[in-house]
């Protein structure tokens, strides 16, 4: 049978073209069922308070950056979205006074307008976000040198040879409401996946590149981000490839539940946990990575069930 057309935007594949006996499957998972996902190379932790939560995403940075020599760099790929892990990472590193004359950070997205990267004046911005809420607040005698801050821009050429400079010990990121890392969103269903979304080991061959953004992303961003004002919202972006993802030796996904909703939570860790990879679902495509850990904080799970408000 042809698969369904999406119940969000009909030309375009995400997961609710799946079949709906695996969203329902997805939907009846409890808490405890969420935990027990796990397998070798994919690993879910549960977290009890926010606190801990940010507190542990804060120090894959400082476990990740303290690794690195003059031999050899390492460093860590990282999100807005979430971003309040950011001033932790800063003030970590000025207390325990580290030093990242040899760490690298990669950011994994820009917002992409008028031809360029938006400026980093952009309200918008992610660079300006983290460089505000983490690089600026570093202690200028530990800071990392510029050139090895990464930021995408639209000429990725500079960007994308920054992988081979450096160990990505970790990319972390969120998970958005339309099920992407980055903006790693699926395609549009047009020409040859009219019918059929890419194979996941097409889409895996997807480097850094601008994207048109699914209309679920843009509307996500204006309610997490602007008030809700989709126009504000630049409808294209550079983000970090596949390509890229698949140099990192960990991605670390995490889920506070601001982001995306019960179960989207659980869908893709289910598909994760049973190799399912599906680019209607680009988040699954991490079934294929050999290591991956979903982090939620144990209260933004929620429930599946009807609860009308």
């Known amino acids: 049978m042809p698969r369904p057309l999406s119940r969000i935007a009909p030309d375009w594949w995400d997961y609710t073209t799946l079949a709906p006996e695996l969203i329902q499957e997805a939907a009846r998972l409890s808490v ?22 940010y507190l542990a995403e804060a120090l894959e940075y400082i476990q990740a950056w303290r690794q690195a020599t003059a031999d050899e760099p390492v460093g860590i790929c990282g999100p807005i979205g979430p971003t309040e892990q950011l001033p932790l990472v800063a003030r970590l590193v000025n207390e325990l006074e580290l030093d990242l004359s040899h760490a690298h950070f990669w950011g994994m997205d820009e917002w992409y307008e008028n031809g360029r990267e938006v400026p980093v004046s952009h309200p918008l911005s992610f660079e300006r976000a983290d460089r505000e809420l983490c690089f600026d607040r570093i202690r200028p005698d530990l800071r990392m040198p510029e050139a090895n801050l990464h930021f995408p821009k639209a ?13 990505c010990a970790v990319m972390q990121g969120g998970q958005g409401d339309i099920k992407h890392w980055a903006f790693n969103d699926p395609l549009r269903r047009e020409g040859p996946y009219a019918d059929e979304p890419p194979p ?68 893709t860790a289910l598909m994760i946990s049973k190799g399912l990879a599906d680019s209607s679902v680009p988040m699954s495509l991490l079934a ?22």
């Open 32 to 53: 405890e069922e969420l935990a027990g996902l796990s397998r070798p190379g994919f690993r879910v932790v549960l977290y009890d308070t926010l606190e801990d939560f």
């Open 155 to 167: 000429d990725s050429t500079d960007y994308v040879a920054s992988w081979e400079t450096a160990r």
């Open 200 to 267: 996941p080991e097409v889409y895996r061959q997807l480097s850094t590149r601008v994207v048109e953004l699914h209309p679920l992303t843009l509307a996500q961003n204006a309610r997490t981000s602007g008030g809700g004002n989709i126009t504000m919202v630049p409808t294209e972006a550079i983000t970090v490839g596949p390509v890229q993802t698949w140099k990192a030796e960990k991605v670390s996904i995490w889920q506070a539940g601001t982001h995306d909703n019960p179960l989207g939570q659980r869908l």
């Open 288 to 309: 294929d990575h050999p290591h991956v850990q979903f982090n939620y904080y144990r209260g933004g799970i929620g429930s599946c069930d009807v609860e009308m408000h």
